[in-house]
């Protein structure tokens, strides 16, 4: 199977490659070989792409939201038409499982439509004072977005950028991952063929750290949106605050997960071996810390390393896998590094726990380690992997704490039949998202984001398009 990715920049409403731009290999995680080169901007690209959005603004705040809803809903077709092209190369770029990655272009069109539902949902307020005297409060498109978003969900991510921009009447200019340009390219594309304006929405590729610092300069640029890593995310508000810019920050986590007795064990096993596996365990919500109490510790260790050994790991293109390889070379070398430290420490590794030599892809076998201690370093840093991590506790107030010792605050999960519990945690557990006996937790309509270091300015939901408005208040006599 090829590669078929027709990768460029788009700048302007132009498709831009060669001229003698420097280049980025993009490789096959399956196999480790270079399958595309994708042209890099220049300096005078970024430009070109700052002014674009500068006009594309002032142009597209002015049609009004019908159509923009209408922009949004044709785009969304065509994502749906073209989702088995898109999945593909979503898989030959960051090598999860095809269906997985249909999934993911599935839900990408389910997001753009909900944003043009929202396109024409925001609403303002009218206060009412004396007889004859009013204040208004009006929401307006806060301008020129500049985004930058990770390889892991390689078209949903990219999404979750543009709609909500175009949606509010803003022109974005996007920087999706190097590693896996195909999937932003091809949606990119079916943007252009619903009719947006090329200037409106465009694509760039470069040196992550040259072009956000170029873009986030630039006086053009009046919002900063990033999913990533936590340091890079701390980076990229540094160099924001100088012009002080709206911010969305979708960092990472470190999710605990909270069993308790009471739960129905099998069906919880079952859910959460495949949810931890999804994607190789290279999502931001990705179960991490399993917390299970101490009178079924024991059970849960053994049900989750059975059923994880069972777990077929191979190409994504082939339909037998059930986790593929992970997404670039630097994620098995930093997992096997945690595991190695976790081993060290005195922790059990009861499956897996090493690379998986195949066809010189970046494998590394899903692994289930117990009795791991707080101190290991899987345990404090985000491993991004397939990993899972699990320990015993006593009450209800120690696996509370243990949820709440990190500084990230993400996702959370709990397993338990007593609504009494369930409260609790929901008051007290300090994370953006919590799933309660499921684990789903992406909802077009619903906020996704996190608190503390994971972040702020939720996607998703009201709240994602509210992201992309300024407030005024008007007072008149
Ligand atoms: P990374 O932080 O180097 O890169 C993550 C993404 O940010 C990449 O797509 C990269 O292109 C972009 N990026 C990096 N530096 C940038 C800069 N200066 N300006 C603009 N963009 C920049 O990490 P990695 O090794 O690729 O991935 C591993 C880590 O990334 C994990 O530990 C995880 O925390 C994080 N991550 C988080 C998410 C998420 O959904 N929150 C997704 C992917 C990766």
């Not at 990533?228 to 701390?234: F, L, N, R």
Request: aromatic residues 6%; hydrophobic residues 45%.
């Amino acid at each position: 199977m090829t590669y078929s990715a027709k990768l460029g920049l788009y700048i302007d409403g132009e498709w831009l490659s060669g001229d003698g731009r420097d280049t980025h290999s993009v490789l096959n995680p399956a196999t480790g070989a270079g399958q595309a080169d994708l042209p890099l901007a220049t300096a005078a690209d970024l430009d070109r792409a700052l002014a674009a959005a500068q006009k594309g603004f002032e142009a597209w705040r002015a049609v009004t939201p019908e159509q923009r809803a209408a922009l949004l809903n044709k785009t969304a077709a065509l994502v749906r038409e073209r989702a088995d092209t898109i999945a593909r190369i979503a898989t030959m770029e960051e090598g999860k499982p095809v269906a997985e990655a249909k999934g993911e272009v599935m839900a990408a069109a389910a997001m753009l439509e909900f944003h043009a539902g929202e396109a024409v949902r925001v609403y303002g307020r009218v206060l009412m004072r004396a007889p004859g005297m009013r204040s208004m409060v009006l929401h307006h498109p806060v301008g020129p977005v500049a985004a930058f978003c990770a390889w892991n969900f390689p078209a949903l991510n990219v999404v979750r950028k543009i709609a909500p921009a175009v949606a509010a009447g803003c022109s974005i200019i996007l920087k999706p991952s190097e590693e896996t340009p195909g999937s932003a390219v091809e949606i990119m594309r079916c943007f252009q063929d619903a009719g947006l304006p090329g200037n409106v929405a465009q694509i760039v590729f470069g040196v992550p750290d040259v072009l956000s610092r170029h873009m986030l300069a630039s006086p053009v640029t009046r919002k900063l949106s990033f999913t990533g890593s936590v340091p890079v995310g701390k980076h990229l508000m540094k160099l924001a605050s100088d012009s002080v810019m709206r911010m969305t920050m979708e960092l990472g986590g470190h999710a605990p997960v909270l069993v308790f007795d009471d739960c129905d064990l099998e069906k919880t096993l079952d859910i959460l071996v495949t949810h931890k596996f999804r994607n190789a365990g290279q999502v931001c919500v990705a179960p991490t810390r399993f917390h299970v109490q101490e009178t079924i510790y024991e059970k849960f260790v053994q049900g989750f390393a059975e059923r994880t050994k069972k777990m077929q790991i191979g190409s994504g293109l082939d339909a037998a896998s059930q986790m593929g390889p992970l997404a670039n070379p630097r994620r098995p070398d930093t997992i096997a590094a945690l595991v190695e430290d976790a081993r060290a420490s005195g922790a059990r590794v009861l499956a897996g726990g090493e690379r998986e030599a195949k066809d010189g892809g970046f494998f590394f076998q899903p692994t289930v380690i117990a009795d791991i201690p707080l101190e290991a370093k899987a345990m404090n840093d985000e491993p991004f992997g397939p990993l899972a991590l699990i320990r015993p506790f006593g009450t209800v107030e120690d696996a509370i704490a243990e949820a709440n010792r990190l500084p990230f605050g993400l996702a959370a999960y709990c397993f338990t039949e007593s609504g009494r519990r369930q409260n609790l945690l929901a008051e007290t557990v300090e994370a953006g998202m919590l799933a309660i006996n499921q684990v789903r937790m992406t909802w077009p309509d619903a906020p996704f984001g996190g608190m503390k270091e994971s972040g702020f300015g939720s996607e998703d939901g009201p709240e994602g398009i509210m992201a992309h408005l300024t407030t005024k208040a008007v007072h008149i006599a």
